[in-house]
Structure formats: C-alpha cells, structure tokens
C-alpha cells in the first residue's frame, strides 16, 4: 500500500525524467462512484472541469477507458482533447484520428442466439437486464435480491461453461455484470497497441482501474509503468499501488492536473 502522497511524489519523480505522463482512466468506481444503473452514475461539472484541466496540459495525455460504448463516454465527458477507449478497448477515440472496431455479422447472430437462451433462463428472476452494446451485450445483476443469488449465479455458471466451450466469445465477470464480447477484446489488449504505437513510445503510462476487467491492464503494464487499484489494499490484482475509493482518485488527479509550481489553493487545501 503507497499513500496518496508517496503516488504523487512518485508520479513526479517519473516526470522528471523527462517523459510525458500517459493517464488511463477506468469510468465507474475509479472516476465515478458505482451507482445501481449505469445511467445514475453521471458526472459532476467538478469532474468535467477536472478532466478540461487534465486535457489541456501539454505534458499530459488523458484516456478514458470502459467497458461503456464509446458513444456514451464522449456524450457524458464533452472534454476537448481527452481521448477514449470504449467497449473494453475495442472502440476507439484518439484525437484527432478515429479508429473502430465493428462485430462481424456472423457474431452478431451468434450473440442474439446466446443472448435469448440466456434471457429464458433467467426470467423467473427479479432484479436484471441485459445492456445491447456495440461489440457484444452484458447482463446486469446489481438489483438482485440477495435471497436468488445462490441459484442465478448457478444458473449462469451453466450458461458460461456452454459459451466457454464453444470458445468463439469471452465473457467478462465485473462487479455484478457479466459481458459476452468477441474474443480478442480486453484494456490490456487496447493499451499493448496504444504503447506500440511510435506517437506513445516515450509516454510514461499510469492506470486507475477498480475491476476486475482492469487487471489484464494491470498486467500489461507491469513494470512499466504506475498501476493503482481504486479499492481496498489485500484485495487480489496485479496493480502495484491503491487508492481506497474515488474521492481519493480525484483528489491525486487534482495534483496532477495542478502541479505544485501552479496550484493556486483552489482545488488544493493544506492539510495542515
Ligand atoms: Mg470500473
């Protein structure tokens, strides 16, 4: 476990050797607090100013990377100059070229069929829905009493065991979502093509994640860069430092977005 402070100082000594800054950002529980649907969890103007503030340094690049479609992230943060990685890294905005990734036909029949035999399965339950997305779908289980759980992860335990076994799609377990996408798909995928490319040779990357879809992120950049777990320390993940919740992900985006040679206190209390 690495404070706040230690990150920070950290953060810095890497910018003084020279490199620009390369800022992943998971969305919901690192940016944003996990909310009960999706559409709850919804931007403060703070953050949008926060993000603005992180854009326009010249020292810096900020991509926000989800699970979300990409349309969604780019109507929810209208940042000039953040860039974003949506549907797990299989869209794409990097300013100012625009690459993306389209499902093939084929798959999209295959999906529909999986997505039905799983909406049959589960429809004696309360308390899910399944999300359409652009490369695949995901399955929403948060309002779940908790009296079912037992019996629908068994369920869908028996389901995944039958996607798995035709190995043509990979299914991601998040916190009470499961996604159903092409193979292929994953951040850390994403990122070990965005560190391939010549314009981000010399960026030192940093990630925030807090799910388990982070961690082959994690993994990508281990030993190369600064990763943080947004949750609890002890909990499983290849990151290589913590900061326990959003809050405090925002306040070390502050620090960065305002380094001490121009932090005018507006953002920034002294603590003592
Ligand atoms: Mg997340």
Redesign the pocket.
């Known amino acids: 476990m690495t404070d706040f402070h230690a990150l920070l100082k950290s953060t810095i000594q890497a910018r003084r050797r020279g490199r620009p800054l390369l800022l992943f950002l998971?969305?919901?529980?690192?940016l944003v607090e996990?909310a009960l649907r999706p559409e709850l969890a919804r931007p403060t103007p703070e953050l949008i100013e926060l993000l603005n503030r992180l854009a326009v340094r010249a020292d810096l690049k900020a991509m926000v990377i989800?699970?979300r479609p990409l349309w969604e992230l780019q109507e929810m943060l209208p940042v000039p100059g953040l860039n974003f990685l949506g549907s797990h890294g299989g869209e794409a905005f990097i300013s100012p070229c625009l690459h993306s990734q389209q499902v093939v036909a084929a798959d999209k029949d295959d999906l529909l069929h999986w997505r039905s035999r799983l909406e049959a399965r589960l429809q004696t339950f309360p308390g899910w829905w399944i999300e359409d997305k652009p490369l695949g779908f995901a399955l929403h289980y948060r309002q779940l009493p908790e009296e079912y759980l037992h019996e629908f992860l068994a369920i869908l335990n028996r389901w995944q065991e039958q996607v798995r076994s035709e190995k043509r799609f990979q299914l991601l377990a998040?916190?009470k979502v499961l996604e159903m996408l092409p193979q292929g798909i994953s951040k850390g995928a994403a990122i070990n093509e965005i560190l391939s490319l010549p314009s981000f040779s010399r960026y030192f990357p940093i990630y925030l994640?807090?799910?388990i879809?982070?961690e082959s992120a994690f993994r990508i950049l281990q030993g190369q860069g600064l990763t943080i777990k947004v949750g609890h320390p002890g909990s499983k993940t290849a990151a290589s430092h913590f900061l326990p919740d959003p809050e405090a992900v925002r306040h070390f985006l502050n620090a960065l977005a305002f380094p001490l040679e121009d932090r005018n206190g507006k953002y920034f209390k002294s603590s003592g």
């Not at 998971?26 to 690192?30: I, M, P």
């Open positions: 998971d969305y919901d529980g690192t996990i989800s699970g998040g916190k994640g807090d799910d879809t982070d």
